[in-house]
Structure formats: structure tokens, C-alpha cells
């Protein structure tokens, strides 16, 4: 039944005025034609609600400079109508000139997410072009950003060396306190090696924090430098107290 409305809807758009005839709606011999002329779809966080897979129909106004004037969802889900209604309201479509009010049905099917190693993204696709089909990736790696597909060198101030890139695990949560109150000879060591890493080895790179929020990503793309790792590990064996806490 939805599969046949849909294949109605793209029929009779260009002909016809497709829902609920209102005043102000011409017969549909003599409504103009409409072309869309810029398609955007949802900028919607999948990650946020998980996988969802449904379709979300907005109703729209177009005004005769091919603006969607309003917009209202017809069907959809709570969490998902927002960002549908936003995106349909980013429409435009051919301009009509001293034409009447025009009115389309903009269909989104949010066809599921994908986890990928690759970038996430959106793959969007055309059933008709009122049917934007929408394919999400979650990428579970966390990628460093690159400019013109190419990841910036990047040089270690300490060591005036180019940095290595690496994949270290994602740590989700927060960092796990001990119970028991740290002597004060445990707290300087802790405060002796925050201080030697800003200083001797900023660039150790082999922890990632993912913060309190679990998500996809199981992996992040780091730059590291090989010498401050190694100055870390004489350092931490020249401290053997600090490690604990580490
Ligand atoms: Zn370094």
C-alpha cells in the first residue's frame, strides 16, 4: 500500500494537486509543472536514536519562486520529523512566475545505518525525485581530518620529528578513580608525570578518551611521535610509582 501511494505521488506531481485540495489550489490541468532543483537531505546524527527505518513524508508549500514556504511531516517518528521538516524546508524547485501555490509531497526513507571502516557519511539515492533514499555509515574508526583527501604532516615540537600515525583503542567512560585517597607521595609522582609529559613527551598519543557517551567508533586515528614514546618509557621506568596510576 505504501510502495503504490508512493508510485501514485510521483505520478501525479506534475499534473496535480496531491493532497487535501484547499482553496487555493488550482485543478489539476492547470497546475505547472514542477522540477526540483536542489535536494538536501537530513543532517540527522544516527548515532544519537540508533537504526532506524522508516519513512518520513513531509508535506510542503511552494511558493511561485520555487521556496518551500511550509512544511509539516504526515507521517514519520517523533525524534525523526525535526530534522525531515528542516532538510524538505531547504528544497527548491522550478519558479512559476506569477503561478499559483504549489504543493508536493517530499518523501525521506531512512533506509538503516551501516557500520564501516571507511568515513561515515550519508549515501543518498533517488527512488523518484520526491524519494530521497537515505543509507547511513558509522564509521568505527575515528578518523583524523584530511585536507584534499591527504592527512597534514605534523612534527613533533619536542623532537622536531615528523609524527607516525597510529590506531589505538577508543576508552569509553570515564577514567576509573582509585577508592582509597592517594598518599602524598603517590599524588607528587602523578603530578611528576603530568608535568614530564607536557614537557619531555607531549606526543605519546597511545590513549584515547571517547568520552562518557559509548559510541560506534572502536579505534582512532592518531599522530604520534616514536621518540616521545621512548622517552615515556624511561621515563616511567625510572619512576616506577607513577606507572600505578597510569
Ligand atoms: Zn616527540
Known amino acids: 500500500m505504501v510502495r503504490l501511494r508512493l508510485i501514485l505521488v510521483f505520478g501525479l506531481v ?32 544516527p548515532a544519537l536514536h540508533g537504526d532506524p527505518r522508516v519513512e518520513v513524508r513531509v508535506s510542503v508549500e511552494i511558493t511561485p519562486d520555487g521556496h518551500v514556504g511550509a512544511g509539516r511531516a504526515e507521517t514519520g517518528s517523533t525524534f525523526l520529523t525535526p530534522y525531515a521538516e528542516a532538510a524538505a524546508s531547504r528544497w527548491t ?13 517530499i518523501t525521506f526513507i531512512f533506509a538503516g545505518v551501516e557500520e564501516v ?16 533514499r537515505l543509507r547511513y555509515t558509522l564509521s568505527l574508526i575515528r578518523w583524523l581530518p584530511r585536507t584534499d583527501g591527504v592527512l597534514p604532516d605534523k612534527r613533533c615540537p619536542v623532537h622536531d620529528e615528523l609524527m607516525r ?4 583503542p ?77
Open 117 to 132: 571502516v571507511g568515513p561515515g557519511g550519508v549515501v543518498v539515492s533517488f527512488d523518484n525525485p520526491l524519494t530521497m
Open 170 to 246: 577508543i576508552v569509553y567512560g570515564l577514567a576509573l578513580m582509585s577508592t582509597n585517597k592517594p598518599s602524598r607521595r603517590q599524588a607528587r609522582e602523578a603530578q611528576a608525570y603530568f608535568e614530564a609529559r607536557e614537557s619531555l613527551f607531549p606526543n605519546t598519543n597511545q590513549q584515547f578518551g571517547g568520552g562518557c557517551m559509548v559510541g560506534v567508533a572502536k579505534q582512532a586515528e592518531v599522530q604520534y611521535c616514536e621518540s616521545c614514546r621512548k622517552a615515556e618509557e624511561q621515563w616511567l621506568a625510572a619512576h616506577p610509582d607513577a606507572r600505578r596510576f597510569l
Open 165 to 168: 600515525v597510529d590506531l589505538i
Open 93 to 105: 524547485f522550478n519558479s512559476t512566475p506569477d503561478g499559483p501555490t504549489r504543493e508536493a509531497l
Open 14 to 45: 506534475s499534473s496535480s494537486a496531491l493532497f487535501a485540495p484547499s482553496d487555493d489550489i488550482l485543478p489539476a490541468s492547470s497546475t505547472p509543472e514542477l522540477i526540483v532543483t536542489h535536494a538536501e537531505p537530513p543532517d540527522y546524527p
